[in-house]
C-alpha cells in the first residue's frame, strides 16, 4: 500500500495534542480521515471512514475510555489499533492486551517512529489476514474431506497424518502414525513408480518440493484423483518430508466433460461446415443441368426430334430426383441433429418395406439394365421405427444402383437371424470404396464424395443417416468393400 493512500483515524482527547498528531501525519504524507476526541464518535467514525489504522488514545475522557471503543470497532470492524498513551498502570495494560493491539506508541513520539510502527502495522496485518484466510481454507477443506496434511520421517519410514489425511482413504478411525509400507498399500501399482521417484528426489536433495497428481485407492474400493505437494526440510543431520494431498477428482471429473463438450463441439462445427459445403456444391449442381436442359427445351424444342426431348426430359427428370433425395436426406438429418425427430417404435414387415422401395427404384435400375435379386424369408418382422427404416432400405438400394455399372446385378436378403434380430442386406458388384475412406463413411466429410457408374453425384449424407437411425433403434450396420468388386452392405434390426 502506497503511503498517500494509507487511510488513518486518530482519536486524542487534547485537542492540542491530536491536532499536533493530524499535522505530522498529513506532512508525512498520510490521509487523515478523521480526528475525534472521544471514544464514541471513534466508534461511528471507525465504522463510516473504514481507516487503514486507527491512532487512538488509551485514555479517553467520557463514559466510553479508548480500550473500550477498541472492543466496539474490533466487533464488527478489523482494522488494527495503534495505542498512544503517556504512561500506563499494569491493570490497564493487561485490559489494553486483549483488545489484541498492532502495537504501542508512546507520547510524544517523533515522525521516523510513527512511520516505522504504522509501516509494520499494515505487514503484519495483511499477514495476519492472510493467515487467517489461508487457515480458513484450510479448514473448509479438511472438513468437506479434499484435504489432508501428512508428515514422512525417511529415517524411520513413518507417516504421521491428520484426521484430514485419513478422510481422504475412508479411514475412520484415530490413526495418527502408520507405517510407510501400508499406506503405499492405498496406491494403484501404475502409480507407485511415480510417487516413490519423487519422494526419492526430495529425500536425495536433488529437489526441495514438488507437486503432482495421481490416484489413491479408498478402503471402499474406488479410486479417487489426488494432487500431492511435498517439501523437503533440513533438521540437523535429520531429513523430514512434510506435505498435502487434496482431492481433485470432482474436478478432474469437471475437465473430462469440458474436454468432451469441446472435442464434440469441434466435430458439430466440422459436420455444419461440411454441410454446407453439401449445401452449397451439390444441391446446386444439379439445378445448372436442370436450368440448362429446360432453357434448351424453351429455346430449341421446335427445331429438335423426339428423341432428342425425350433425352433433354430425362435429364431434368434425373436432375431433379438427385435434388429431391438430397433434400429429403439433408431435412431428415436436420431434424434427428436438432432432436425433433422422434422414434416411434411399431411392429412391422420388414420384406414389405424392401419391396417398396425395388419398386420405387425398378425405372432407374431398368435404365441402368440392373438386375436386382430379392430374396426374403416368411414372418421377417422387426420392432422399430417405419419411417427410419424405409429411409435406410431407401437409401442403401439407391447407393447400390448408383454405383453398379450397367449390366450388373444387386442382391438384396432379408432374413431372421435369430429370436432378437433380422437382417437386411444389399450387396452390388459396383466401383466399391477405397481403402482411405472407409474410416469416414459414416461422417459428414465433403472430401469423401463419390462419383456413381453415370456421374451421379454422392454426398456421403445418405449413409450418415443410416447409422444414426439404425442406431437409434438398437440396431446395427456394417460393410464390406473392395475396389472394382463392390460392396456388401448388411443391417441389424430387433425384432421385439
Excluded at 529425500?203 to 507437486?211: L, P, Q
Excluded at 429431391?324 to 431435412?331: E, K, P, Q, R
Amino acid at each position: 500500500m502506497e503511503m498517500n493512500k494509507i487511510k488513518i483515524l486518530v482519536v486524542e482527547d487534547e485537542a492540542i495534542i491530536a491536532k499536533n498528531i493530524e499535522s505530522k501525519l498529513l506532512k508525512a504524507g498520510y490521509d487523515v480521515v478523521d480526528t475525534v476526541y472521544t471514544g464514541n464518535d471513534a466508534v461511528k467514525s471507525a465504522l463510516e471512514k473504514n481507516p487503514d489504522i486507527i491512532l487512538l488514545d488509551i485514555k479517553l475522557k467520557g463514559e466510553t475510555g479508548g480500550i473500550e471503543a477498541a472492543e466496539k470497532i474490533k466487533q464488527v470492524k478489523d482494522i488494527p489499533v495503534i495505542y498512544l498513551t503517556s504512561y500506563t498502570d499494569e491493570d490497564t495494560f493487561e485490559k489494553a492486551k486483549l483488545t489484541e493491539p498492532a502495537a504501542y506508541l508512546s507520547k510524544p513520539f517523533n515522525l521516523d517512529e510513527l512511520n516505522r510502527i504504522i509501516q509494520l502495522t499494515l505487514f503484519n496485518h495483511s499477514i495476519k489476514k492472510e493467515l487467517i484466510e489461508t487457515k480458513r481454507r484450510y479448514e473448509l477443506a479438511v472438513e468437506a474431506g479434499k484435504t489432508g496434511v501428512w508428515e514422512y520421517i525417511p529415517s524411520e519410514r513413518k507417516t504421521i497424518v491428520d484426521s484430514g489425511f485419513l478422510k481422504l482413504f475412508g479411514l475412520q478411525y484415530d490413526l495418527k502414525t502408520q507405517d510407510a509400507n501400508e499406506w503405499m498399500s492405498f496406491i494403484p501399482m501404475e502409480d507407485l513408480e511415480l510417487i516413490n521417484s519423487k519422494l526419492n528426489e526430495l529425500i536425495e536433495g536433488k529437489s526441495d518440493n514438488y507437486s503432482f497428481e495421481h490416484r489413491i485407492k479408498r478402503t471402499d474400493g474406488t479410486i479417487r484423483w489426488v494432487i500431492s505437494k511435498g517439501k523437503r526440510i533440513n533438521e540437523g543431520n535429520s531429513v523430514k518430508i512434510i506435505g498435502t494431498l487434496t482431492d481433485i477428482t470432482e474436478l478432474k471429473e469437471t475437465e473430462k466433460k469440458l474436454k468432451l463438450y469441446g472435442d464434440n463441439l469441434k466435430k458439430s462445427n466440422i459436420a455444419k461446415d461440411n454441410l454446407f459445403s453439401i449445401i452449397a456444391h451439390d444441391l446446386r449442381n444439379p439445378f445448372h443441368t436442370i436450368l440448362g436442359a429446360s432453357e434448351l427445351l424453351a429455346s430449341y424444342s421446335n427445331e429438335m426430334n423426339a428423341e432428342e426431348i425425350k433425352e433433354t426430359a430425362q435429364n431434368i427428370y434425373r436432375s431433379a430426383s438427385n435434388v429431391y433425395n438430397l433434400l429429403v436426406n439433408l431435412l431428415e438429418w436436420s431434424r434427428f441433429q436438432s432432436g425433433k425427430l422422434e422414434v416411434n417404435k411399431t411392429q412391422f414387415n420388414l420384406c414389405e418395406i424392401v419391396n417398396q422401395v425395388i419398386e420405387l427404384y425398378a425405372e432407374q435400375s431398368e435404365r441402368k439394365k440392373i438386375r436386382i435379386h430379392s430374396q426374403c424369408e416368411d414372418n421377417c418382422n422387426v420392432f422399430a421405427d417405419k419411417y427410419m427404416i424405409e429411409s435406410v432400405v431407401r437409401n442403401l438400394i439407391s447407393n447400390s444402383i448408383k454405383f453398379t455399372p450397367s449390366g450388373k446385378s444387386i442382391e438384396i436378403v432379408c432374413k431372421n437371424l435369430n429370436d432378437d434380430f433380422a437382417e437386411f442386406s444389399v450387396k452390388d458388384y459396383g466401383v466399391g470404396i477405397p481403402a482411405s475412406i472407409k474410416s469416414k463413411l459414416f461422417q459428414i466429410d465433403s472430401q469423401i464424395s463419390t462419383k456413381g457408374t453415370e456421374q451421379e453425384k454422392g454426398t456421403g449424407l445418405g449413409l450418415v443417416l443410416c447409422k444414426d437411425f439404425i442406431e437409434k433403434n438398437g440396431g446395427t450396420i456394417s460393410f464390406e468393400s473392395e475396389v472394382g468388386k463392390g460392396s456388401l452392405f448388411k443391417v441389424t434390426i430387433p425384432k421385439k
